[in-house]
Nanobody, 123 residues
Framework: VQLQASGGGLVQAGGSLRLSCAASGRISSINVMGWYRQAPGKQRESVATITSGGNTNYVDSVKGRFTISRDNANVMTYLQMNSLKPEDTAVYYC??????????????????WGQGTLVTVSS
């Protein structure tokens, strides 16, 4: 599974951005897609996740402001970010948790990461 993130940029507080993550490879093996972020000097944190069934979960700090979604083919995952705050400034990463069986019938489980995309929110 390969992931390609895009959509970061510079925005003023109160503005909006939409991040996109394109998946390729064993797309059908992806169970959960998520967006994570890492601010300078801080640990990477989970921002939002969405299961193949469409169930979503958000960190408290973004609830009501961010929305994660996937297209029907599970190729694209999006993070719509509204009412952005300076504390949302971070490098954002998409990640996909996958599970499939190889040619020997053995389970293969893992997480793929996309490259980060920088989101900067100015006050």
């Amino acid at each position: 599974v390969q992931l390609q993130a895009s959509g970061g940029g510079l925005v003023q507080a109160g503005g909006s951005l939409r991040l996109s993550c394109a998946a390729s490879g064993r797309i059908s093996s992806i169970n959960v897609m998520g967006w994570y972020r890492q601010a300078p000097g801080k640990q990477r944190e989970s921002v939002a996740t969405i299961t193949s069934g469409g169930n979503t979960n958000y960190v408290d700090s973004v609830k009501g402001r961010f929305t994660i979604s996937r297209d029907n083919a599970n190729v694209m995952t999006y993070l719509q970010m509204n009412s952005l705050k300076p504390e949302d400034t971070a490098v954002y990463y998409c990640a996909g948790d996958y599970h499939y069986y190889n040619n020997n019938g053995e389970p293969v489980v893992g997480r793929s990461w996309g490259q980060g995309t920088l989101v900067t929110v100015s006050s």
